[in-house]
């Protein structure tokens, strides 16, 4: 592989993963703070149709971004009104949110899918961009790319550093001690909610907008159930949930490289697609045979629903 390639395969991999992180770092705070929402893929859905319907309307990438969270934000706050205030099941409630939001999406994206949309050009960071072979590959990017990088640096400092992350988590370990000292718990999973909403929703649109600038029914593929796989991977940390992105990223492009390549094998191509699918499970299995490991960061109470007395 000459220089050329590994670059190209490099910056394929930091674009392949980022939608990962953006949405996974939205769920491990949703998660600290004891709410468990399986949903993420249909907010994914809704935030990439909502995003291309902004962009095509001529509204701008970014605009667009803003309204993939919106509508995204929004889906979770019902997924929370269920949930917190009328104590539904958290795991029923999220997989209805995906199924909802995946058909959702498909019924508001049949106008637009031959419509597709200019290109969002990439931003090279001066001097850093020069640096042979890494230099393209690391930064020459999306925004969102270096954004995503921000985002799983600020969640790490906010969850261990700050006193707000100091009050989440304590509202994911013991909602019922949080809420004797003061703290509203429900308004904090509620806030702790709309952001991983949010957080899909942009995601979504940069599937839709920035990645591959287009809409089709079922882009986003399986990337959230992926994404909620990583978060109990990384055992609920923002720099593992990163590492992990990438390394799921790096086995999709992996596959589309092999498929791609020319190369003559003897495998069925759609064994090849089902490759990051199989590592997730690969990989959540393993995970598995050490419990301590799953629990060495899971919040104590999540899934459980909490009722403030009155």
Avoid: C
Wanted: proline share 6%.
């Amino acid at each position: 592989m000459d220089a050329t390639l590994i670059s190209s395969v490099i910056a394929a991999t930091l674009v392949a993963g980022t939608p990962l992180i953006i949405v996974a770092i939205g769920e491990l705070v949703t998660e600290r703070a004891g709410v468990l929402n399986l949903g993420a893929e249909g907010m994914m859905s809704v935030g990439a149709v909502a995003a291309f319907a902004a962009a095509h309307a001529g509204l701008g990438p970014w605009t667009a971004a803003l309204a993939g969270m919106a509508a995204s934000a929004a889906a979770a706050l019902l997924f929370g009104y269920v949930t917190l205030t009328m104590l539904a099941n958290q795991v029923a409630s999220g997989l209805a949110l995906a199924i909802f939001g995946v058909g959702l999406a498909a019924f508001f994206g049949k106008p637009y899918e031959s419509a597709p949309l200019p290109a969002v050009p990439t931003v090279a960071i001066p001097l850093l961009a020069d640096i042979p072979l890494v230099g393209p590959a690391l930064f020459n990017q999306q925004a969102l790319v270096y954004a995503s990088w921000l985002l799983v640096a600020g969640t790490a400092w906010f969850l261990d550093r700050s006193r707000g992350g100091l009050v989440l988590r304590a509202v994911g370990e013991s909602p019922s001690a949080a809420h004797a000292v003061g703290y509203p718990v429900i308004a904090i999973r509620y806030a702790a909610v709309a952001f991983g909403g949010a957080m899909a929703g942009l995601g979504g649109a940069f599937m839709s907008v920035f990645y591959t600038p287009l809409w089709a029914e079922g882009m986003v593929a399986g990337r959230g159930w992926i994404a909620l796989a990583l978060v109990v991977f990384a055992t609920w940390r923002p720099l593992r949930v990163m590492l992990g992105a990438y390394l799921f990223g790096g086995v999709l492009v992996s596959q589309l490289f092999v498929q791609g390549s020319g190369l003559r094998i003897e495998v069925p191509a759609q064994w090849l697609s089902m490759l990051p699918y199989l590592a997730t499970i690969v990989v959540l299995v393993l995970i598995s045979r050490n419990p301590a490991t799953i629990r060495l960061n899971s919040p104590a109470s999540l899934g459980q629903p909490f009722r403030p007395d009155r």
